[in-house]
């Protein structure tokens, strides 16, 4: 099965390779947005005719370096309204922010929070919470961006993004805080183990039940070789989230970091197969025996996003390790990093995990889009759990989304998701969401 998959992932970006000349909706729409982009320049215009064109080029340059980030997800920020540039088009700073907002109505039994993630479907159902109706500007954001070039430096750019998504929604919080230079990557980033651009459109904040939506302080090498392929190496910090009763087993302070790497084949700006994994240590203690003890955990991912046709763009991934729970989707909600053994009691192991998803968006024009997506993401352990224990969650949506201009959106969406347990008892539920956003 984990075969033909990865075969029917490979065979659809293969079979996209042969429209990779012709531009799709999608690029038609990142292109509508860097044209309203407004330059500023601090010291004034370039005074030939041929600087002027050399400096629109690299205005152009800089702009579409914003939409076709390796790792920019559908729902993070647009080109900056203002563009300060230097005469030169030496540095360039951007200045820009968003305004979201989301109302949602749960039904068939309301989630405990803002997020609809499978995991938290409660079994058996509250009878004092089985509708919901509730409001939020959670992800409204503010960053500055500053791209430039010099002789010993290279091409250099400096992020810092804060995301309103803190406590209750509101609190405002560090999202992304790095600079890149030449190849590398310094600071707080997506982990190179994910692949934000292969995640679908979605409104609701979870997202795909089996999405990589890690961001950790890493150190980054990643060159492309000949335009097409791209490898990337990293070391990041780690986090992880362990079992331990506190009796028998106690967690153990991290001291060695995760190493991530990825290998890419690229055939057009936005389009690419990319498959990534990570290496983790995952340190206990064996209370019983007054131990410390070190498992490995890894995870492998196989993802791509393609444009068989103009208006037709496809999302694909598929994932799978030991003791990477705590990097992925549903299992982000417990402690499944490492859980306990039954058999010996004192020993914890890493258990397995596989998580899919598949979407597709068709673009009416350029400013419509609709988007259907679904994934899962399943638990795997070795040996026998409470009943109570989740087995397995499915999540799926549509939704649609209208650019009314290219800086303001409005869309909604249609959610649904089950839960399962060990024990087989399982239950969906339903939202619905409405969103509007405005960029600068």
């Keep these: ?3 033909h998959v990865i075969l029917l992932a490979l065979g659809m970006a293969a079979s996209a390779s042969a429209y990779a000349q012709q531009p799709s909706m999608v690029d038609s729409l990142h292109s509508m947005k860097a ?3 407004k330059v500023v320049y601090i010291d004034g215009k370039p005074e030939t005719e041929e600087a002027r064109r050399s400096d629109l080029d690299s205005i152009k340059k800089v702009i579409g370096d914003f939409y076709y980030d390796q790792f920019r997800n559908f729902q993070d920020p647009d080109a900056p309204y203002f563009l300060f540039m230097s005469k030169e088009a030496g540095l360039a700073l951007g200045v820009g922010g968003g305004v979201r907002l989301r109302a949602f109505y749960d039904w068939n039994g309301a989630m405990p929070n803002n997020s609809f993630a499978p995991m938290q479907i409660p079994i058996p159902p509250d009878p004092t919470s089985m509708k919901h109706f509730g409001t ?12 430039g070039h010099n002789t010993a430096l290279g091409n250099y750019q400096l992020y810092v993004e804060g995301n309103f998504t803190g406590y209750n929604g509101r609190d405002f919080k560090l999202k992304k805080a790095y600079a890149m230079i030449r190849d590398f990557t310094f600071g707080y980033a997506a982990s190179t183990f994910s692949d934000p651009a292969a995640e679908p459109a979605i409104i ?7 999405k990589m939506g890690v961001t950790s302080l890493l150190v980054r090498y990643m060159p492309t070789f000949k335009k097409h392929w791209s490898v990337g ?3 990041e910090t780690p986090a992880t989230f362990v079992a331990a009763d506190n009796v028998d087993t106690k967690a153990v302070s991290c001291w060695m970091p995760d190493f991530a790497a990825l290998v890419q084949y690229q055939w057009a700006r936005g389009q690419h197969v990319r498959l990534s994994g ?3 240590t995952l340190p206990y203690r064996d209370l019983k025996t007054g131990t410390n003890h070190n498992r490995v955990g890894w995870g492998l991912q196989l993802s791509s996003v393609t444009h068989p046709v103009s208006n037709l763009t496809t999302y694909l991934t598929f994932n799978y390790g030991k003791g990477y729970g705590g990097l992925t989707g549903d299992l982000t909600y417990g402690n499944y990093d490492l859980v306990g053994d039954p058999n010996r009691p004192g020993t914890l192991y890493a258990p397995a995990a596989f998580g899919w998803c598949a979407g597709l968006q068709y673009n009416f024009s350029p400013t419509v889009f609709a988007t259907i997506a679904a994934s899962e993401t ?3 352990p070795q040996h026998t759990v409470a009943p109570d224990e989740y087995k397995y969650g499915i999540f799926a949506c549509a939704n649609v989304f209208w650019y009314i201009t290219p800086r303001v959106y409005a869309a909604a969406e249609i959610d649904w998701g089950q839960r399962k347990n060990f024990s087989g008892e399982h239950r969906h539920a339903n939202r619905a969401n409405i969103s509007a956003g405005f960029t600068f």
Excluded: E
Aim: charged content about 15%.
């Design 1 to 3: 099965m984990k075969t």
């Design 35 to 37: 044209s309203s982009t």
């Design 278 to 280: 990570i290496v983790r």
């Design 378 to 380: 399943r638990y795997l």
């Design 233 to 235: 190496v990293s070391v």
């Design 204 to 210: 609701d904040a979870a997202g795909a039940n089996n």
């Design 136 to 147: 939020t500007p959670s992800g409204t954001y503010l960053f500055f961006r500053a791209m």
